[in-house]
């Protein structure tokens, strides 16, 4: 057998050794890349979703310091808010849509007191942070989504 012979023979099956190792590489790998990506972008769907959230119901927490449900203003916001709501329950977990419904009912509550002074907010609700529950919860959810990357 001719020297050239053999070392093309070898260059050939080394070429096709190293063509087929990187291709089921490639395919081994694949899913789990997808996977990972899909996951990234559900946090980040997610993230943008509940700050939306907290955006509306910081506005209508203050809106009913001085409103009343009867006003105007206050059914496009509340409605958005419901809104956000049935978003969540489409995508979240248990734990996360039971806080966000609570702040909803919390501020269902808010709106039904009569009309208060800044100085009576503070005292109604002191240190409190009404949406504790929530953003724990989210947090919660955030860190167990990830932790599956």
């Known amino acids: 057998m001719d020297s050239s012979i053999v070392a ?16 089921a590489t490639t395919f081994v790998n694949q899913p789990y890349v997808a996977r990972r990506d899909m996951l990234v972008k559900d946090v980040a769907n997610r993230e943008q979703l ?3 959230f907290l955006k509306e119901v ?9 409103r ?4 105007l203003f206050a059914q496009p916001s509340l409605i958005t808010t419901y809104s956000l709501i049935g978003r969540i329950r489409m995508i979240s977990s248990e734990p996360v849509l039971t806080a966000a419904e609570k702040v909803v009912e919390d501020i269902i509550e808010a709106y039904k ?5 800044f100085k009576e907010w503070e005292q109604l609700w002191g ?3 009404p949406w504790h ?10 860190q167990s989504m990830l932790g599956r990357l």
Not at 58 to 66: H, K, P, T
Not at 68 to 71: E, M, S, V
Not at 113 to 117: E, S
């Open 8 to 23: 093309a023979a070898s260059a050939l099956l080394g070429s096709s050794v190293g063509g087929l190792t990187t291709f």
């Open 127 to 129: 240190p409190a942070d």
């Open 133 to 142: 529950a929530f953003t724990k919860a989210c947090r919660t959810e955030r």
């Open 68 to 71: 009343t449900l009867d006003d």
């Open 58 to 66: 910081a506005d209508l927490y203050r809106e009913s310091l001085n």
């Open 50 to 52: 509940y700050a939306e």
């Open 113 to 117: 007191r009569p009309q208060i002074t």
